[in-house]
Structure formats: C-alpha cells, structure tokens
C-alpha cells in the first residue's frame, strides 16, 4: 500500500502546537524551541515523532550564525488529514447526489468513484487469501477496524468499528457500492457490500468471491484470511 501521512483524530500538548506553528510558516528546531519555551532536545524528541507519522518532513536549510540549520514543514498532504471540512462537504455532497440523480445513475457515479479510488493503491498479489488480508488492512489504514471470516467459496470482511463513510451514507447502498468496486478492483474477483446501514451504527460488510447463497455461515473467524 502506498505510504500516506497519518491522520489523528486529534493532536493535542506540544505535539499539536508544533503543528499549529508549522502551518503558518517552516520553522528550526531552535526557532521552534524558542517559541515553545523549550530546550532544543525536547523539540527534536516530538520533531521525530510527528515525522513517523508523516505529519512532519525536513525542508531546506536556513543558515543560522555560523551553521546551516533544518527548517521542518509540515508535509502538504497532512494538511488535508487535519482539515474538519471533508466530512461534512462529502456528506452534504451525497444528499445532493440522491436527490438529484436517479438510484442507478447515483449507483453509477459511486462505482466510478470506487474504481477511480482503486486506481491510487497497487493491486493486491499472491493468492486470494493474501489478496483479502491486503484488503483488509487497507481498510484499517481508511479507519474501518475489521476481522476476516473465511466461509465456503471465499471470504469475508467484517467492520466492528463505526463505518468510516457513516455520514455519508444516510441508509443508502449506493455510498457502500463505491468501496465495493474498490476492492473488486484491487482483488479482481466479485466483491459484494453486505453493509449494515443502520442510523445508530452502521458496520462495513464486504463478501469476496462468496457464491450466492454461501454466505450465511463462516467456519472460522480470524483477524488475518491467512
């Protein structure tokens, strides 16, 4: 899978004042230092955690007395993982969408979008069972903790955390199909969504290379398909 900066749902202490400084300008470790009432030491400790994270990167160099000195940046891509407009814009979006399109042209757009979201991840290798645990880390990495179930035929993955799209998908199947067509991509055999959409909770639900009819009992349950 394709490295992507973290997205914590929240940055909080140092950690978060670090960020909040970085996305106004790129700072050194001693102008951070300084701003924060900190040793130099100190700040390059959570420099180095948030660069784990992929929150942080080393720009270019700013000469500071007699030695060049490293300006840290806060990486592009974070700023969108930090950013509290997604969720709500992508939800409004969807209303509009049912609203305004028929159910098998909304179905339409959302596959298209799934098959484009396929496009930024490599395609899973090895075998089937190789290729679901592939799947079902890419979905923890989106924010679906799951469990893989192998059943009769195939398998499949079970979210036991809040859906991850759970604002946007109103009751809808056409939102889950999206991630459907995404993982039909990535695994290149039939996926179908089995998503529980209920208002209180609902769950990710997606059965891969399942037979009709041949899902209703899983023989084992297990973190990894193994």
């Not at 670090?18 to 100190?42: C, F, K, P, Q, V």
């Not at 929150?55 to 509290?84: D, F, M, N, W």
């Not at 609902?202 to 973190?223: H, N, T």
Request: glycine residues 12%; positive net charge; contains cysteine.
């Amino acid at each position: 899978m394709p490295d992507r900066p973290s997205r914590p749902a929240a940055l909080k202490g140092t950690r978060g004042r670090i960020i909040d400084l970085l996305r106004r300008s790129g700072l050194t470790a001693n102008e951070l230092a300084a701003r924060l009432d900190m040793t130099h030491n100190g700040v390059r400790g959570h420099l180095a955690v948030l660069q784990r994270e992929g929150l942080v990167r080393e720009g270019s160099s700013r000469r500071s007395g007699t030695r060049p000195s490293v300006v840290y940046e806060l990486v592009p891509e974070a700023e969108a993982g930090l950013s509290k407009a997604y969720i709500p814009f992508v939800a409004h979006l969807v209303r509009v969408l049912q609203e305004r399109l028929r159910p098998a042209e909304l179905d339409d757009v959302m596959r298209t979008v799934g098959r484009g979201l396929a496009a930024e991840w490599p395609r899973v290798r090895g075998t089937l069972a190789k290729r679901v645990d592939g799947a079902s880390a890419l979905l923890e990495e989106l924010g679906a903790p799951n469990e893989v179930e192998r059943l009769d035929g195939g398998f499949v993955i079970r979210g036991y955390g809040s859906c991850m799209l759970a604002q946007a998908v109103h009751g809808r199947p056409e939102v889950c199909r999206a991630m459907e067509s995404l993982f039909g991509e990535l695994l290149d055999v039939p996926v179908r969504e089995c998503c529980s959409r209920s208002d209180e909770r609902p769950r990710c639900c997606f059965e891969i290379g399942v037979s009709d009819g041949a899902g209703a009992s899983p023989q084992r349950k297990r973190k990894g398909a193994g």
